[in-house]
């Protein structure tokens, strides 16, 4: 396969796998950086600790909506003050299905604090949307903040009100599968997509996603783009760099 150079998985439970470290050396050989997602600020800590400083990879500090109910204040505090030490917020967002349409009080309150206060930061946030698609475009469109959709399997009349509100999408392996895939691809630009496998949870050939598997995704982005392979691989570095820059 040619090499595409330097590919980015902004969505990676990294500490949920068997072998965070073998996973992770892996996506390193293969050239993948990881933004390395977590549920909690004690995930956060927890996983910064047992990684230590890697180049390629980026813990980022998460409040997962379906955890919502069971953040005390003290988890907030922590949250905030660990902010300066990541470069992207995640998994955040909220989660109307029927696994969180329970807690949907408490995820609101929990993710209007995080989009208030990570205003300043401005850090990239990586945000999980199911069932919640429109309260979760509506809520980033007015704050405004850099943020990617991740995994996003809402309504498509919704796609254009997210690319107004300035809005990134994050595909995965599993998601080519699905029959809405194409058109979903045909109405997103190219220069707002970045890469994901939401691995270990996210499954592609009957096994947990892996970092490695991006490469053949950037190649089937390519087919749909209908460019060379190397190209759509500059595209998706050139999002992320754009992503970045829109952070302080
Ligand atoms: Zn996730």
Redesign the pocket.
């Known amino acids: 396969m040619t090499d595409l150079g330097p590919l980015l998985d902004s ?1 990676c ?1 990294l500490g949920a796998y068997d072998d965070p470290v073998a996973v992770m050396d892996s996506a390193a050989a293969a050239n993948v950086s990881l933004v390395a ?1 977590t549920e909690s600020p004690e995930e956060f800590r927890r996983l910064k600790t047992r990684l230590g400083r890697r180049p390629t990879i980026e813990v980022a500090l998460g409040l997962h909506p379906l955890r919502a109910a069971s953040f005390r204040p003290a988890d907030i505090a922590r949250f905030f003050r660990c902010m300066p030490q990541t470069r992207w917020i995640g ?1 955040v967002g909220l989660d109307f299905s029927q696994h969180g349409i329970a807690t949907k009080k408490h995820q609101l309150r929990v993710f209007d604090i995080v989009l208030t206060e990570a205003q300043p930061g401005r850090h990239p946030l990586t945000v ?1 949307s199911r069932g919640a698609e429109t309260e979760v475009v509506n809520l980033l469109s007015q704050v405004q903040l850099p943020a990617v959709m ?1 995994w996003y399997t809402g309504p498509l009349k919704l796609v254009d009100d997210a690319l107004a509100a300035g809005l990134y999408f994050s595909v995965n392996p599993a998601m080519t599968r699905s029959k809405r895939f194409a058109s979903f691809i045909a109405n997103v630009p190219a220069d707002r997509i970045l890469l994901e496998t ?1 691995g270990p ?1 996210a499954k592609t050939s009957g096994r947990p996603a892996q970092p490695t598997d991006l490469k053949s995704l950037a190649n089937q982005l390519a087919i749909a783009w209908q460019v060379a392979p190397v190209d759509a691989a500059q595209t998706l570095r050139r999002n992320h760099d754009r992503l970045r820059s829109m952070a302080g």
């Open positions: 969505h439970h997602v998994e999980h991740h939401d949870y």
